[in-house]
C-alpha cells in the first residue's frame, strides 16, 4: 500500500490487488509498535525516516492515525542482553537515535509500576511510537483511489505468469497485464513466486496477541522483555493494553488460529513485570502471521526476473518498515536505481547475519 501510494503521487496507472480486505493480511493482525531500536544501519536510517513519515499523516490524509511517541523500553535480564544494548546503542547513536542505557532504578521511572527484580539494564528511546494500522491503510487508500488508482478486494490471483508483459488471473476471471509487478502479499508471497519459478526464502509462521479493556493511562512506552519466557506490551492513547510474545518453539505455516495455552501464558509474563496488569479484563485474542527470512531482515529488491520486484519476509516488522520501504521502493521501480542503501534487503546476499532485536 505505501508503494502504491508513491507510486500514484507520481502519476503511475496501478492497480492493487487483495485477497481479501485492505489489512487482511499481517498489518491487520499487528500491534502497532514503531521503533528505531534495530542493529543494523539501513534498518535504523529507515526507521528514523518511517517515524517522521508517521508524523505527518495525520496532515496528509486529513484524520488521525492515532501517532503517539511513547517511546520504547527494552529490558536486559542478562549481561549478554545488556551487551548487545551496548553495542546497538553506540550504533543508534551514531545514526541520531535519541536512545539510552538506563539503570533499573532509572526504567522504574520511566513505568514506575515495573517490577525491576532480575533486571540489569535498559535501552530506552522516547522518540519510538506507535500508530493505529487501520486508519493508516485508509489514508493509503483515500490517496491512491484519488490519484485513480485502481482496488481488486476479495479477488485471490488464481493464476500468475511471464509472457511479454505479467499476466494476472483473479477470482473473478479478471485478467490483468502488468508491465511491472510488486508481490508484496506477506506469508502468501512465496506461493505465488512459484507460480512464476521463484524459490523464495520466506518462512511463515503464526504469533498472537491480545488487547485488554480500557483502563486509565499510567505507562507510556512499549515494555520489551527479551528473556526466552519474555513478552512485549503497551498501552495504546485509548486506555487498552495490547501485548503479545514469540513463540518457543515457533508454529510455522499459514495460521490464523488462537491457542488456549497463548493467554494464561501471556498474562502471567507480563504480570511478573508490571503485577497491576492482573486486573485488566481481556476484550480479545486473535492470530496471525510473520512471513520471516533466514536473518530477520525483509527482501525488498528486483527478483531474478526483470520488473518483478519483491518485498516481503518482514519478520514481524512491516508496519513499522512500511512507509519508508514503500517510498524508496516505488522510486527504484521507477528508475532502476536505489535512493538510498538498501543492499541489506537485497535478495541476493547471504542471509549470513542476524537482526539482534528480533
Known amino acids: 500500500m505505501a508503494t502504491a501510494f508513491y507510486l500514484s503521487q507520481k502519476g503511475i496507472k496501478l492497480a492493487v490487488i487483495e485477497r481479501k480486505y485492505i489489512a487482511s493480511g499481517s498489518t491487520g493482525r499487528c ?8 542493529s543494523t544501519p539501513t534498518a535504523i536510517r529507515l526507521m528514523k ?11 496528509e490524509f486529513g484524520f488521525t492515525v492515532e501517532f503517539h511517541q511513547g517511546g520504547y523500553l527494552l529490558l536486559a535480564h542478562s549481561l549478554e542482553m545488556k551487551e548487545i544494548f551496548k553495542s546497538n546503542i553506540e550504533l543508534q547513536q551514531k545514526e541520531g537515535v535519541n536512545v539510552s542505557l538506563l539503570t533499573p532504578k532509572e526504567a522504574k521511572e520511566v513505568v514506575p509500576d ?3 527484580e532480575g533486571l540489569l539494564a ?5 522518540d519510538d511510537a506507535q500508530a493505529f494500522p487501520f486508519p493508516v491503510l485508509k489514508g493509503y487508500k483515500n490517496k491512491i483511489e484519488q490519484n485513480k488508482g485502481d482496488f481488486y478486494l476479495y479477488n485471490p490471483v488464481i493464476t500468475f505468469e511471464k509472457k511479454k ?3 494476472l488471473t483473479l477470482e ?8 511491472k509487478v510488486l508481490l508484496s502479499a506477506g506469508p502468501w508471497t512465496a506461493e505465488l513466486g512459484k507460480q512464476v519459478g521463484l524459490d523464495l526464502p520466506l518462512f511463515p509462521e503464526r504469533h498472537e496477541a491480545m488487547i485488554t479493556e480500557r483502563i486509565p493511562k499510567f505507562f507510556e512506552p512499549m515494555v520489551v522483555d527479551y528473556r526466552k519466557d519474555g513478552c512485549y506490551f503497551h498501552q495504546l492513547i485509548s486506555g487498552q493494553v495490547i501485548g503479545c510474545y514469540t513463540p518457543v518453539p515457533n508454529v510455522p505455516g499459514i495460521r490464523e488460529d488462537a491457542s488456549f495455552e497463548f493467554l494464561p501464558r501471556l498474562a502471567k509474563r507480563m504480570m511478573r513485570l508490571v503485577p497491576c496488569l492482573g486486573k485488566a479484563a481481556i476484550l480479545r485474542h486473535w492470530a496471525g502471521c510473520y512471513t520471516m527470512t533466514p536473518d530477520g531482515n525483509p527482501i525488498v529488491d528486483e527478483s531474478g526476473i526483470e520488473n518483478l520486484y519483491i518485498a516481503s519476509g518482514m519478520s514481524g516488522h512491516g508496519f513499522m518498515f512500511g512507509p519508508a520501504i514503500g517510498k524508496h521502493l516505488a522510486n ?3 528508475t532502476s536505481k536505489w535512493d538510498t542503501d538498501f543492499a541489506e534487503f537485497s535478495i541476493n546476499r547471504a542471509f ?3 537482526e539482534a532485536l528480533k
Open 31 to 38: 500491534i502497532g509498535g514503531i521503533r528505531q531500536q534495530f
Open 49 to 59: 525516516e518511517n517515524v517522521t513519515l508517521f508524523s505527518q499523516m495525520e496532515e
Open 114 to 116: 515495573l517490577d525491576i
Open 122 to 126: 535498559a535501552a530506552f528511546c522516547a
Open 165 to 167: 508483459n505479467f499476466l
Open 172 to 179: 473473478n476471471s479478471t485478467v490483468l497485464e502488468a508491465e
Open 332 to 334: 527504484f521501480m521507477l
Open 352 to 354: 549470513e547475519g542476524k
